[in-house]
């Protein structure tokens, strides 16, 4: 299993759902089963009072494919810019609220916190 940062509220809207599409500008050829952490600060325009630095949600990454312009759907900063890829997420399942620390890119959680969820 890997795991990935994401800041909140985009975090906690992967884990309700409705966020069913991450964009980041680096591909990966991982598949399967991802967990989502919460980034220590949250975007600077958060002013929700949403968790930081913990688990939040697994999700499986089914596909990473090329930005197109309607997976950005009304967020016109992004429709600028052409060079993104569309991490495609399914299947969100909330859990435990872990505390855990960050990493840029892909990394694998340590077995400790897999262990406390269940994994």
């Known amino acids: 299993m890997k795991a ?7 975090a906690s809207l992967i884990a309700l759902g409705q966020k ?3 964009f980041r500008s680096w591909y990966t050829h991982y598949r399967g089963r991802l967990l ?8 600077p325009d958060c002013d929700v009072d949403l968790p ?8 499986e990454l089914v596909d990473v494919r090329a930005f ?12 600028r810019m052409p060079k993104l890829q569309s991490w495609i997420l399914e299947s969100p399942q909330l859990v ?4 855990i620390t960050g990493q840029r890119g892909l990394f694998v959680p340590p077995p400790s916190v897999v262990q406390c969820l269940g994994l």
């Open 20 to 22: 069913p599409i991450e």
């Open 4 to 10: 990935l940062s994401v800041k909140q509220p985009y």
């Open 96 to 99: 435990n609220q872990i505390p």
């Open 36 to 43: 989502i952490c919460a980034s220590k600060e949250p975007y």
């Open 52 to 59: 930081c630095g913990v688990t939040v949600c697994v999700v």
């Open 68 to 79: 197109k312009r309607r997976d950005a759907n009304s967020t016109r900063r992004l429709r």
